[in-house]
């Protein structure tokens, strides 16, 4: 798990500053992206490491186990939750809910819409050596319980659908580890931003 931590992390500040083009979602078929891509080069601040499992991770309809999840907050507000996919043909393979404005209800829970899917796979152009995920517009929402402040999270779950009807879902659960929380660089916070 520590080894492939820094992967992810790695992965995921190579993901934040992506732009859009096809991808592999599946270890035998590309998921066709029809987005423009994005212009945005925002930088991960803090990243939170999460250790658990993944109850469900569904990813345009095909069934996966995840190896891992984190929690990206980049320094322009917008927030990933990405997941490391347990494939054994792609070690690059990683699924991200991504959005912005995420809200706090409670010192306990977190909810992020979600207006995109970063798919990231070994197929994807890369940049500095790492895959550059490709970007599909969607609607969905993540919600998070526990308190990262605390450095405890219970669960997450999400469910997104791109603009061409495919479905992704998660539910991954703690194992009860506490989170592993990074302040990469010091930034100004978002709005709601969980770890106040």
Do not use: W
Request: overall charge positive; hydrophobic content about 35%.
């Amino acid at each position: 798990m520590r080894l492939r931590r820094p992967v992810l992390a790695a992965t995921l500040a190579a993901s934040v500053a992506a732009s859009a083009s096809p991808c592999f979602a599946e270890a035998s078929k590309p998921i066709p992206v029809n987005n423009p891509p994005a212009q945005q080069n925002a930088l991960i601040d803090l990243l939170a490491l999460m250790s658990g499992h993944c109850k469900t991770l569904k990813v345009a309809g095909r069934t996966f186990a995840c190896k891992t999840v984190a929690y990206a907050h980049g320094d322009t507000g917008r927030v990933n939750f990405a997941v490391a996919v347990d494939d054994p043909t792609d070690a690059n393979h990683v699924v991200s809910f991504s959005g912005e404005n995420g809200k706090r209800a409670d010192d306990n829970s977190y909810e992020l819409p979600i207006d995109r899917m970063l798919l990231n796979s070994k197929d994807r152009p890369k940049v500095d050596g790492l895959p550059v995920p490709a970007e599909q517009a969607s609607t969905g929402v993540c919600r998070q319980t526990g308190n990262f402040a605390a450095r405890k999270v219970n669960d997450v779950t999400c469910s997104a659908t791109d603009s061409e009807g495919r479905r992704y879902e998660l539910l991954f659960v703690s194992d009860g580890t506490p989170v592993s929380v990074r302040r990469i660089r010091q930034s100004s916070p978002s709005i709601q931003d969980p770890f106040k």
